[in-house]
């Protein structure tokens, strides 16, 4: 009985025809030999005899609407008052060729129509689904128009009405293409791409914004849709599309100051672009700093664009920076704000955990209020990532690995490769602390599989490099980092890494060869400070004492990393022959890595027991 069911799409004529017929040959004769057109299509025309010539009409225009209707979308495509068109709803209900929607959008009355439903409409009167059809699409440009400026708070349901529309919107997207109507397709457009974005739908969200970026009618629209592509295609890894993206981005940016929303997104976008796959921070603050000019005439912006730049800024070791621009972006959330404020108090943790105080971390993410899995996966991600971190410090690694194993499928489901991947090294990080090299290299292999390219498969490799350095695999250790160099070009990042590594192999000579390949260029004071150090160190080792001394002495009292300028300390002590400056050095040393992460300080750590 139930394979009959489904075979007539549940439509209450149709079975009332069917179970005669079963009743005379039996269940399942009728099963087998039941011809689901014909039953369908008699019974159909049955509905359609028993209609109003109104509620004839009303069919074959709602018969459009491939995701069923809102009262919002009858209303504009029967063109009716409200005291008409629920009668000709309650009409068609009762014929069974309507019936309440199982997602019905957010405050809203809405309706499914069975597809044999919408194709007999479709063939009975296609002059009326076809003056539909321009109609739906018109309704979708209206809901494009709609949309509040980027990084703007959506009305209440809104947003939720969006999604639940979106199949509706795709078609009349598809409908205006075909018919020539780019207007109408731009505008229908940017409602269908706020909701794919909404479902993490990034593969289509990429195809639209491409399809309809050429034929922007505005500088404003032309912003949006780069702004959307550049989005998508970063999340998805798509490199060569971001790096045209990013290009297309710029040009935009040179050519005009107006629409400071667009214009704080997109600078937002490649700062993000240049530190997350090439690595380049001091680019990626640049820009971080042209996103938060913009945000001047667009506070809407400023709590997403400070969670970027404290990102980037506790990357480059200014942690109190990093931590004023969380507290400025805090003090700009909405109350329903929940990504960007959780994703805010998930950067100030790590920040508390830094400083070794992992149970003040784990407060500062229970205060955002809102459980992990409630939360978008982009936001997610980063109180996942601050969650494995203080789990990790605390050595709570089995509910790390089991948040982790569970969250990085759903990362990949989504295809949001990226974000898995930065899940990955946070899993790649807990098999380090537990001995387990093999399984780390795995998810090493895994997370640049998941990438292609960049800074990030860089990284993941480049860390499995050092580990393999500092514990005395010299080869094992090479092997790593000539595999990161595959997957990022010459920067000084590439140079500054060999250099440690050749100087814990043995090779102190190469390591100072390294360094003197950094690309000519401005370094950040970080990064300026790291050169330094491993110049320094490297000069010690082959008994370059002055050449150590003047590298050394810069770090010690430059402005980059506080571990750089302890360990620093730690090899000018080493040069003076006074037992009272080692002993210093050696004090000072100890009692900043108990409040460290001593495992992720290693290069200090040896430097400290040297002085011991």
Known sequence: VEQLVAALDGLPLAIELAAQWAGLVGVDLAVQQVHKERVLTGTLRVAWEALTPQGRAALARLAVADGGVDLDLARALLQAEDNHLLGRLRELSTHSLLRASPRPAVGDRSYAILGAVRHFAADVDPGGTAVAAALQAEHAATLGDRCPAWGDPW??????ALVWNLPNLLQAVAWAEENARADLAERAGMAALAALRQENRRAEL?????????????????????????ESAGKLARAPVADSA???????????????????????????????????????????????????????????????????????????????AVRHGLTHCRPDDVGPRSGLLAIQAELQL?????????????????????????????????TCAIRRQMLDHPFADALLSTWIPNYIDAGMTRLAADNLLEQFKLNVERGHLDAAQGQ??????????????????????????LRGHPDLAWQAQLEAESWLPSTCLLHIARSALLRWAGRPVEALAAIEQLPDHPLSPFRRSE???????????VGELDRARTALAAVAVGTGSRVHALTAQCGLALMDEDPAAKHQAWTTGMAALKRMDAKAECELAIWVSRCA
């Open 444 to 469: 090493v292999h895994e997370a640049a599989t998941l990438l292609g390219t960049g800074a990030v498969s860089y990284f993941h490799y480049a860390t499995l490099a050092a580990i393999h350095g």
């Open 246 to 324: 990013a290009t297309r981005a710029e040009d935009w940016l040179a050519t005009g100051d107006d629409d400071p929303a667009v214009r704080a997104e997109l600078c937002t976008r490649l700062a993000w672009w240049r530190a997350a796959h090439y690595g380049d921070l001091d680019g990626a603050l640049a820009w971080s700093d042209a996103a938060l000019a913009a945000t001047r005439t667009h506070p809407g912006a400023i709590s997403r664009v400070q969670g970027l730049r404290s990102s980037l800024l506790q990357t480059d070791g200014h942690w109190q920076q990093a931590l004023e």
């Open 531 to 541: 050169a330094n150090l491993m110049e320094g160190l490297a000069a010690l080792e």
């Open 155 to 160: 009305p209440m349901g809104a947003l939720e």
């Open 206 to 230: 990429l195809a639209l914004a491409q399809r309809l970026g050429p034929r922007a009618s505005t500088r404003r629209t032309e912003g949006l849709l780069l702004a959307f592509e550049f």
């Open 354 to 386: 830094r400083r070794g105080r992992p149970e003040v971390a784990l407060a500062t993410l229970a205060s955002a209020g809102v459980p992990l899995a409630e939360l978008p996966l982009q936001s997610g991600s980063n109180v996942l990532a601050a």
